[in-house]
């Protein structure tokens, strides 16, 4: 999990914290791996989440204003609108998948470095 | 409807003592504020995922959603699919977040890195307002309900019922504290996913597995033909309506994740880790539970028919226990009866302990206390809130009997919305956001959302309205979430860039580590 790589490199003083042993957050704050991790996952997690919005607005608005394009019939009984309410089902589990997998693989070993050097978990 | 009532009570009670003695016997360690609060955030972050999953699908969803879909047909459906994407909000923005920074109540959160006592009893006052709504729904629910499935007429009798839920609600929580309740989520959430799931296997295989069939059975069964499988039968009438209905979606997919109940669910959990795998274990149970519902909805209304839901006493909310009766007899439609009207306790306790963590927390011990409460005051004050809070609602239930149970609830996500959710993204993402920016955001969102309520339709004006002989409305809408989330998200921002104060840089630093890391999270005591 952590990144031993990185952390066997840095000397001592790297350690984020202050002179009681507590974790220094200006410290860390300003340090290079929190911005990045900051950046990184903002810039994730901001246009998903603008993205399910639009997505689910534009479906909303389709179904206010335009139900006889949701009414078009596809196969059997089955119309657009159906198949698209059921695509929202199919994009929440989509980005739901996509988020876990970001976190777990991209972040989170980011934080678990980062926590180890501001002296928790240890 | 030609229910056993006796059956009926028999099953719903054998649930209730099942749930009472697992409350008794996880309830020992039930003695400190982090137990009654966040059940010492022992809980996995599936168990945790399933009770949340249990907190949100209240009667409202089961009966109410269902039952719009057997009636309304696609109008019914367009209504779950704002419930379920609404979790994508928490998922991506909330869940960790608020794990990491705050301990037991959204208080915790907001008022981090602000002015402590304003920001708290803000906080509070929309927890206790949005929590109101909430159980009242739930509590008057609990009374169609009753009348629906024992066949209960009298304003009396009902009564009777509301008051013994809620009796039964306050000893889960005095008792069983949030660890209690927890358990009774993941037990009516289990026992409710099992219940919806097995329902809609059997619809569709008695239709062959074939949705065209399912389809075109509903459709012949439906007052509104197959125009039920295109929107607009409900809310298709006129150009308010249909903004109407823009309004509520949008209530709905901003309020889930800003619901007082819900947010205290993260709190449950050790970390971080856990709080995301609760979210997306309620993700996938919730799009279960909808699919099923879609089935079961389009069900009704090909065996049941929808001329015969709606004559029936209880209306929409009526379709799942008809069609549980006309396919499974008696014993299914008391099973379903059964995990309906625990899915109301579950979430009724889940709201007082809630409110009365707000109360308790907040208000009294660090706004009335300063943060330093004397020993053990702050638990009897919470388990004082929750009698309180317990009886309220009861009074309110029986008072709220017969007004529309899913426009209360509907509300209550709107508020929500309004006066919370602006405060937690700009609390947790915007630097800059300061005491005064708090302060105007809730105030204005809480004041303008329920001020548009009272002069909405919902009030008066309107043929289903609480006040049908005087008419003061002058808002066309029943949702006010179009008006109130955007302007509760402006008076944020002005009130930040207006305001003399400015944040503690110290304090935001702190918080930015803290939300994205937990580095400085209290550890599990």
Known sequence: ?????????????????????????????????????????????????????????????????????????VFGSVNAGLLLGLSQFASTVLIMSRYARFARRKADPMVASLRERAGVDR | MNGDPILNVAIFLAIVAVTLFVVYRVSSANTSTADYYAAGSAF???????????????????????????????????????FLVAWLIPLLLIAERFRNVGRFTMGDVVSFRMRQRPVRAAAAYSTLVISA??????????????????????TGGQALVI???????????????????????????????????????????KFGFSLTTLLDRAAAGNGHGAAMHAPGTQYGASPTSRLDFVSLAL?????????????MRFYTVPDAFQARRSVLSALWAMVLFYLATLVIGYGASAIVGSSAIISAPGGE???????????????????????????????????????????????????????????????RVARITAVVIGCLSILGGILALGQNVASLVALAFAIAASANLPTILYTLFWRRFSTTGSLFSMYGGLGSCLLLIAFSPVVSGASNSIFT??????????????????LSFLLGYLGTVLGRDRPDPRLADQLEVRSLTGIGARPRP
């Open chain 2, 133 to 154: 709504f909430y159980l009242i729904a739930q509590m008057a629910g609990a009374g169609v309900l009753v009348s629906l499935l024992l066949d209960v007429r009298s």
């Open chain 2, 163 to 205: 008051a013994g839920v809620g009796v039964i609600m306050i000893v889960y929580v005095l008792v069983g504290g949030m660890k209690g309740t927890t358990w009774v989520q993941i037990i009516k959430a289990s026992l409710l996913l099992v219940c919806v799931l097995m329902l809609s296997v059997f619809i569709l295989g």
């Open chain 2, 469 to 486: 002989n005087v008419d003061f409305h002058l808002f066309p809408l029943s949702n006010p979430g179009l008006v109130s989330i955007p």
């Open chain 2, 317 to 379: 909310n009526a379709a799942v226990p008809l069609l549980a009766f006309e396919v499974g007899g008696a014993v299914l439609l008391a099973i379903v009866a059964a995990v309906a009207f625990t899915t109301i306790l579950a979430v009724v306790a889940g709201l007082t302990l809630t409110a009365s963590a707000s109360f308790a927390h907040d208000v009294y011990a660090n706004v009335l206390r300063g943060g330093r409460p004397k020993p053990g005051a702050e638990l």
């Open chain 2, 251 to 263: 209530a709905l997919v901003l309020g889930a994740g800003a619901l007082p109940h819900v947010l």
């Open chain 1, 1 to 73: 999990m952590t990144r031993m790589s990185s952390f066997a490199q840095v000397p001592e003083k790297d350690y984020l914290v202050d002179e009681s042993g507590e974790p220094d957050f200006a410290a860390i704050h300003a340090h290079p791996e929190f911005l990045a991790l900051r950046r990184r996952v903002l810039r994730f997690v901001f246009p998903l989440a603008a993205l399910v919005l639009c997505w689910y607005l534009t479906y909303v608005l389709l179904a206010a204003y335009a139900p006889d394009l949701m009414a078009t019939p």
């Open chain 2, 44 to 82: 996995t972050g599936v168990q945790n995922g399933v009770a949340l999953s249990g907190d949100y699908l209240s009667a409202a969803s089961f009966l109410g959603v269902a039952g719009a879909i057997a009636v309304h047909g696609y109008d019914g459906f367009l209504y779950s699919i704002g």
